[in-house]
């Protein structure tokens, strides 16, 4: 398949992962069994629904990815933000933020001349927005992954030989606890990437980084819009669920380990959207990206609840993703960009936690087939794998077919 790398995740990837799922969730039909709008309620779209409003600010350090580009490696980056925040009852957020950055440090020359530093030092602003999942939500603690996007304008090109008009792309995750009334504490590890979005070549140059944030929210109150049933085909679900899974794949038995480009594992990220009907039928779609080379996909998955009772399920399950391999934004087509298909099957069982969280495991086998498009596409690769996910309900309605 394709050569082991250490572990990357570029924010760019896992941007268009959320933004694809925020608006899956948006257009879908939800049921929450709590009647129908209030007439004094307006509907404004997205927000509307949001049951918290807030202010956040935080304090973020970035280092340099040590083998990402070496000309790069001594410039760190540190920004302070302040953003309003939208949070839907089942999880999603929706943030914009501004920011001020400082970028600083040495540049260091390619060629012969390698050991020559120059001065990279670089202050400026950026507006931009940011989706967040808040995949495990406890009164007093949150536990999430995000992503984001920011418009940069600096003082002066930065990196040296850059532009002063640069995106900030970062992902991530972390924790919020709630210190006390409306406010809470957040931790947050990114990964970042800032470039003019022109190319990854030495004639443009990016800097690539990962650290830590941490930053204060003040809350306030929001009274829900309640939704009433549409009658759709997703309206007739009996629960609705989003799932958030790391999966990974290794090379099968009879796969040639010794070729370099098939022996690398799949390790991936997913997040779906489920809706789970009578007699057990389940149907998802989700995003994930994999590490083993930067790829991102969609797809949906049919699964099979052949047994089911109040705190355990047993499933069967069987999907197909449409991967997308050799861009570095996956959101319109690039020079080189390839296509495969990801065709897999498994067998797992979900257990009830807490109330409407639920935790999932299965294993399956999975193939990657032969790539069209592009000469960045994935070689033909079958593997083995397993997965493990955290599940949170909502909208359940009395199924007399459960004991």
């Known amino acids: 398949m394709v050569s082991e790398r250490p572990l990357r995740v ?7 992962e959320l933004c694809f799922l925020s608006l899956c969730s948006i257009a879908s039909a939800q049921y929450s ?3 129908s709008p209030s007439p004094s309620q307006r509907h404004v779209p997205v927000f509307g629904n949001a049951n ?11 280092d340099p990815l040590p083998g990402f580009d070496r000309q790069n490696r001594d ?8 953003a309003v925040v939208a949070h839907m009852r089942h999880g999603w957020e ?16 390619a060629g012969a001349d390698a050991s020559a530093e120059t001065a990279s030092n670089a202050a400026g602003l950026g507006i931009g927005p940011l989706a967040r999942w808040n995949f495990v939500q406890f009164r007093r603690l949150r536990i999430f992954i995000d992503a984001g996007g920011d418009f940069l304008m600096f003082d002066r090109p930065w990196p040296v030989g850059g532009t002063v008009n640069d995106f900030l792309l970062r992902a991530g995750g972390g924790v919020s606890a709630r210190v006390s009334g409306a406010y809470w504490i957040e931790s947050t590890f990114h990964f970042a990437h800032v470039s003019d979005g022109e190319c990854f070549c030495a004639t443009n140059p990016t800097w690539q980084g990962s650290g830590l944030s941490l930053g204060l929210r003040r809350t306030f109150a929001h009274d829900t819009e309640s939704q009433a049933n549409s009658g759709s085909f997703f309206g007739r679900a009996d629960q ?8 990974d794949y290794t090379p099968a038995p009879w796969l040639q380990r010794q070729i ?14 489920a809706w789970h009907f009578a007699d057990g039928l389940e149907l998802q779609l989700g995003g994930m990206f994999q590490t083993t080379q930067t790829t991102a996909g969609v797809g949906p998955v049919l699964r099979w609840n052949f047994l089911e009772r109040e705190r355990w399920r047993v499933f069967v399950d069987g999907g197909v993703d449409l991967l997308a391999n050799g861009s570095p934004a996956f959101i319109v087509p690039w020079p080189g960009m390839g296509f ?5 099957a498994r067998a797992g069982a979900s257990w009830r936690l807490h109330g409407p969280y639920w935790l999932e495991a299965g294993y399956g086998y999975g193939h990657v087939t032969a790539g069209f498009g592009g000469n960045a596409k994935l070689l033909p690769w079958s593997g083995e794998g397993a997965s493990l996910g955290m599940r949170y309900t909502f909208g359940e309605r009395p199924r007399l077919n459960i004991n």
């Open 240 to 247: 609705g669920a989003w799932i958030t899974s790391g999966e």
């Open 94 to 109: 929706f943030q914009f933020d501004g920011l001020a950055i400082r970028g600083h440090g040495y540049r260091t020359r």
């Open 10 to 16: 570029t924010g760019c990837v896992l941007l268009l």
């Open 75 to 82: 410039m760190d980056v540190e920004l302070s933000s302040l």
């Open 340 to 344: 495969n298909f990801f065709p897999r």
């Open 52 to 62: 918290e409003f807030a202010i956040a600010s935080d304090f973020e350090y970035y």
């Open 260 to 273: 370099g480009k098939t022996q690398a594992d799949m390790r991936e990220l997913r997040v779906s959207r």
């Open 33 to 35: 069994g709590e009647g």
